[in-house]
């Protein structure tokens, strides 16, 4: 029935009212821990077409229907993550082509006067601290 609760009532017959519902609320908690439950409702789904088998045939089937490329783009996006193959994340490294650090503050002062004048800004130079 997909509800525990509906479902015991209706396995056991129980007559449904206010003190009869918490025994079938018991009752689905308990036999949906119950291993051999767990198990028939596996093989009625799975003879349902809710298998491993069938999942993967649907899957396919979104991967190569032309109709929604939506819905292609997120089967293809889903098969190469489930295979391992999506890099989830990149590192990606800045480097400068210019090693400032060998320079000295005088440098770094001149250089910065400079680059303010090419730019015709009017920027304070005195923010840059003696490199010790």
Do not use: C
């Amino acid at each position: 029935m997909g509800n525990g609760e509906e479902a015991a009532i209706e396995a056991f017959e129980i007559e449904p009212g206010s003190t009869q519902l918490a025994r079938a609320r018991s009752i689905a908690k308990r036999m949906g821990k119950h291993q051999g439950v767990i198990t028939l409702i596996n093989a009625l789904l799975s003879s349902q077409g809710w298998n491993e088998a069938n999942v993967r045939k649907q899957h396919l089937f979104l991967i190569q229907q032309n109709a929604d490329f939506k819905v292609k783009s997120i089967a293809i996006k889903l098969w190469y993550d489930v295979n391992g193959l999506l890099k989830k994340e990149q590192n990606i490294s800045i480097k400068h082509s210019f090693d400032y650090s060998t320079l000295s503050t005088d440098e770094l002062l001149k250089m910065k006067e400079l680059m303010n004048k090419a730019s015709n800004s009017n920027l304070d130079i005195t923010d840059i601290e003696e490199i010790k």
